[in-house]
């Protein structure tokens, strides 16, 4: 997950052990074993200037991850970005929350 979000990190690294995944939070890909990256997820609040390097970034090292964000809906600009870096879904913070119930399944 990049974000600088630790509050609600808290609660997507919660949903993603509960399915067994491994979780990280940072400010970018780690260096070490992008080959078992599932997911990527951007907080577009405090990382939309990732865009659009992170799509292609993924693209090269992690293929495979499904890259996904989410921001304020009030940050439309934000949320315009990432969908025209061709990130999806692009998600409110509201329909993030929503989904992390089953989001890692």
Same mark, same amino acid.
């Given at each position: ?10 609660? &997507?690294?919660? =949903? ?17 074993? &992008?080959?078992?990256?599932? $997911? *990527?997820? &951007? ?11 992170? *799509?292609?970034? +993924?693209?090269?090292? +992690?293929?495979? %991850?499904?890259?996904? =964000? $989410?921001?304020?809906? *009030?940050? *439309?600009?934000?949320?315009? =970005? %990432? ?6 879904? &692009? ?6 929350? %929503?989904?992390? %119930?089953?989001?890692?399944?």
């Amino acid at each position: 997950m990049l974000s600088g979000d630790l509050m609600f990190s808290s609660r &997507v690294k919660s =949903a993603a052990e509960r399915f067994g995944k491994r979780f990280r939070i940072s400010g970018r890909l780690p260096d070490d074993d &992008v080959e078992s990256i599932d $997911y *990527v997820i &951007v907080d577009l609040s405090t990382r939309s200037g990732l865009l659009p390097e992170i *799509v292609e970034e +993924c693209a090269e090292r +992690c293929p495979d %991850a499904r890259l996904l =964000a $989410y921001g304020p809906h *009030v940050h *439309v600009d934000r949320l315009k =970005a %990432a969908r025209d870096a061709g990130i999806s879904p &692009v998600l409110t913070n509201g329909q993030f929350d %929503a989904a992390l %119930a089953t989001l890692f399944q």
